[in-house]
C-alpha cells in the first residue's frame, strides 16, 4: 500500500514521510502475511461491520464467530 493510500484509507492526519515512515516500520515478513490472509478472506456487508462498530460492548457471540473465522491453529509448540 502506498503512503497516499494508507492516508486517505484510514483517513490519516500526518504527512506523505510519515506515512512512508509507518509502512516502513512493518516488518516485511508481516507484509507477507498480511497479503496472504488478505486473500484467504470473505467479502463482508458493510452495513455488517458499521453495526458492530457502532455496538458498544462485543458480543461473545462476534468473539466466537471472528474467532473461528480469523484464527489458526498453531502448527507447533513453543517452549520457552
Do not use: H
Not at 474467532?67 to 513453543?78: E, G, L
Amino acid at each position: 500500500m502506498s503512503p497516499t493510500k494508507l492516508i486517505n484509507k484510514f483517513n490519516l492526519k500526518c504527512t506523505f514521510l510519515q506515512a512512508y515512515g509507518i509502512i516502513c516500520a512493518i516488518p516485511s515478513s508481516w507484509k507477507s502475511k498480511i497479503r496472504e490472509f488478505g486473500k484467504r478472506l470473505l467479502v463482508v456487508k458493510s452495513e455488517n461491520i458499521e453495526r458492530l462498530f457502532k455496538t458498544k460492548k462485543v458480543t461473545s457471540f462476534t468473539y466466537d464467530t471472528l474467532r473461528k473465522s480469523v484464527a489458526t491453529q498453531p502448527t507447533r509448540v513453543q517452549r520457552k
